[in-house]
């Protein structure tokens, strides 16, 4: 038996190692169906399963380990609700990177690194892990809950409707194409920036404002890699940025991200930005010398915070990227996802024990995901989304590094900002800059 503590209101979830559920029956209503079994759909699932409810898990693709385009970030956020799943022991298996801090640099060359604060109960910050491994861990977990039946190879292309509500979904089954139907009293979505729950419902599709354009690649060879995650503002590349992760085994994830209306523009393509920055910057190119791709590049869309999208209604939710929920300013995206997973399970919970039967559950039951949202990201969201607008600028950013990098209040300043929500508020005051222009 493992026990598992919530911070909502002293819920405590034992959860018995035994077999998992079985094979998924149209016959049941399950409490939940969830859509997509990656970070936020799993870590709903476990959330849901450990407080006793019947859950049905499916996914696309047609079995895990499998790849994902992700900057690998793992985050304080993310170890909390990984230790709390018991979880976190399992990832700590998988090849990982430790990290401490932040590293900035300008479009001048100033560089200025910032400590973050460490995570519970660790003497560091976090940690980078391939999403091939960390998905697989979460899903492995999941599979093997008692509570939890999983459909893999799962095309889901439709959602039943009781009245205005949603009670269940359809699809096809790849392995036979076998056409399947099942119903519950929520569906929730946790399928992605290309959410098929989403686009089911008619949401508006995301304002390309609000969406980050990504590109990564798994380098070896690359010089000066450090315990730090390093973000360039360089030249070719705003107003968009380039990151340098260090990974496990001396490789570093290097991506490139940029708002997809800035793209529209007339830019060139994101992959061809971080390969002329690899091969040309005067602050990246000597250390890449010796370095060689490992694998290939991948891409994919970003859905950030900043745009505010409409996440629960009759008898549905959305979590993770499908809910857009992915920090403004640094791109990441795992640590919300599963912190939504976690609310949206809490609130589902809370819903069933409130109106018990079959009935789809109602918006305004669901009402206090949103709440939870409110409260616990969308003010980090608002935060990041004023960094990110300034961080467009290039005399901003080599002011602010610059004088970061070589006047020990201003780097305090900074230090601040990284490790305190309300420091990030002051970004918003004109004091706050006329402090930067102040010799």
Excluded at 240 to 260: K, T
Excluded at 339 to 359: D, F, L, N, W
Excluded at 366 to 371: E, I, S, V
Aim: with cysteine; proline share 5%.
């Amino acid at each position: 038996m493992v026990r598992h503590e919530s911070i909502f209101k002293g819920i405590v979830y034992i959860c018995p190692r035994v077999p998992m559920a079985g094979i998924p029956t149209e016959e049941k209503t399950y409490d939940a169906i969830i859509v997509g079994a990656g970070p936020s759909g799993c870590s709903c699932a476990l959330f849901l399963a450990n407080a006793g409810r019947g859950v049905l898990l499916v996914d696309k693709v047609a079995s895990f380990p499998r790849e994902k385009v992700c900057g690998d970030a793992f985050s304080g956020k993310s170890i909390g609700v990984a230790r709390e799943l018991g979880i976190l022991p399992g990832l700590e298996t998988k090849p990982h990177a430790i990290v401490r801090g932040l590293s900035l640099i300008a479009p001048n060359g100033k560089q200025v690194s910032v400590p973050f604060p460490n995570a519970d109960g660790m003497p560091f910050a976090g940690y980078t892990v391939a999403r091939i491994d960390t998905d697989e861990i979460f899903f492995k977990a999941a599979e093997a809950h008692s509570k939890i039946s999983v459909l893999l190879g799962f095309s889901m292309d439709g959602l039943q409707k009781d009245g205005d509500a949603v009670c269940g979904v359809t699809g096809m089954r790849a392995s036979d194409k076998a056409k399947l139907s099942f119903k519950s009293r929520v569906v929730v979505g946790a399928d992605g920036a290309a959410s098929a729950v989403s686009r089911l419902l008619g949401l508006a599709n995301q304002p390309v404002e609000h969406v980050y354009s990504g590109v990564r690649g798994y380098y070896t060879g690359v010089d000066g890699l450090t315990e730090n995650i390093e973000l360039f503002f360089i030249d070719g590349v705003l107003p968009g940025y380039l990151w340098i992760f260090p990974m496990a085994n001396g490789r570093a994830n290097v991506g490139l991200g940029i708002l997809s209306s800035d793209l529209n523009k007339g830019r060139k393509h994101p992959n061809v930005m971080l390969t002329d920055a690899i091969e040309k910057n005067a602050s990246i190119s000597p250390r890449f010398k010796n370095a060689k791709l490992d694998g290939r590049m991948g891409g994919w869309s970003i859905p950030l915070g900043s745009y505010r999208k409409k996440c629960f209604g009759n008898g549905w939710a959305l979590i993770g990227d499908a809910a857009s929920l992915v920090d403004p300013f640094s791109g990441e995206g795992v640590g919300n996802a599963l912190c939504s997973g976690k609310y949206a399970a809490v609130v589902i919970g809370e819903s069933i024990v409130k109106t018990p039967g079959s009935a789809p559950l109602s918006s305004e039951s669901l009402a206090r995901y949103g709440k939870l949202l409110d409260e616990y990201i969308y003010p980090e969201m608002v935060d990041s989304y004023r960094l990110q607008r300034a961080s467009r600028f290039r005399f901003l950013l080599n002011m602010f590094i610059g004088k970061a990098a070589d006047k020990p209040e201003v780097r305090t300043m900074l230090v601040n900002m990284v490790n305190s929500d309300e420091e990030k508020k002051k970004t918003q005051s004109p004091l706050f800059y006329l402090k930067l222009l102040l010799p």
